[in-house]
């Protein structure tokens, strides 16, 4: 496969990782992310999407290959390497006994942020989520929307360099989407960088600068939209402006290798 030429910094530097459970989960995975990019990880279930998140993110070890997050070895020096990573899982896990403005608050503490400081961000990310009128109330009654809200800001309330997000769409409705992918583009904007999976293929064709494509463990097709549109021959000829949706072209890309296996 051919690989997008990386010109500026790297934020996130994998190579050969692999990990095996009862089967190769991450199947000798090298990947590349520059600084200040929105990269998108597609793939069917089970292609080892989230495995690859959660070894980035530290919470699992790999049995092999390195990963360098901005420019730290994250297996070398798993401390330093989270202080500047974010990680939000599909699943937000966050304390219900306490009030969104005390979750930052302790979160804050656990990175040692100074506590003017903290509240400062805590207040700039609890209206920037919309989160402002209930961020005295506890968490224990919110709906899925809202704890994904509250999770994303502790995430970012350290100002983290990388953001690691695992399906962070999903149960949201439309303005809770909307308000969380807003707050995601601008922190790219302000030259952040987040890794993001999705099933939300639409997501990932608007919000990516470049989308990775992996099945099996493998990354089989990366770039963006256009790029992968080339490599799966969705493109029929140059005046064809809109030839192939995300959806033609993973399907296209992840039946090739499929029906090698």
């Given amino acids: 496969m051919q690989h997008t030429t990386i010109t500026a910094p790297l934020a996130l530097e994998i190579r050969g990782l692999i990990k095996r459970f009862d089967r190769p989960a ?21 292609a080892g999407k989230t495995t690859t998140l959660r070894m980035i993110a530290g919470l699992l070890r790999p049995d092999a290959g390195t990963i360098h997050v901005g420019g730290i070895d994250a297996l070398a020096d798993p ?18 006994k306490l009030t969104p403005r005390e979750y930052l ?7 040692s942020v100074e506590p003017s400081l903290a ?28 704890r994904q809200k509250v999770a994303l800001a502790g995430a970012l309330v350290h100002e983290p360099r990388v ?20 707050v995601l583009r601008e922190r790219t904007q302000a030259g952040g960088t987040i890794v993001m999976t999705t099933h939300i293929l639409e997501v990932a064709e608007r919000m990516a600068d470049r989308i990775g ?27 064809a402006r809109d030839a192939g949706s995300l959806e033609d072209t993973f399907l296209a890309l992840v039946a090739e290798p499929a029906q090698a296996a």
């Fill in 26 to 46: 991450v199947d000798g995975l090298d990947l590349c992310v520059r600084s200040g990019e929105f990269y998108a990880l597609v793939g069917p279930n089970g």
């Fill in 79 to 96: 401390v330093a390497a989270k202080r500047i990573v974010a990680w939000i899982s599909d699943e937000p896990m966050i304390y219900d």
């Fill in 105 to 111: 608050e302790f979160v804050a503490g656990l990175w």
């Fill in 119 to 146: 509240a400062a961000r805590a207040g700039e990310l609890l209206d920037w989520l919309g989160l402002e009128p209930h961020a005295d109330e506890r968490c224990e009654g919110f709906s899925k929307g809202m």
């Fill in 163 to 182: 953001i690691i997000l695992d399906e962070p769409l999903t149960g949201l409705d439309a303005g809770s989407a909307r308000q969380v992918k807003t």
């Fill in 213 to 239: 494509i992996i099945a099996h463990g493998h990354l089989i097709a990366e770039g963006t939209l256009d790029e992968l549109r080339a490599q799966a021959g969705t493109r029929v000829d140059a005046q």
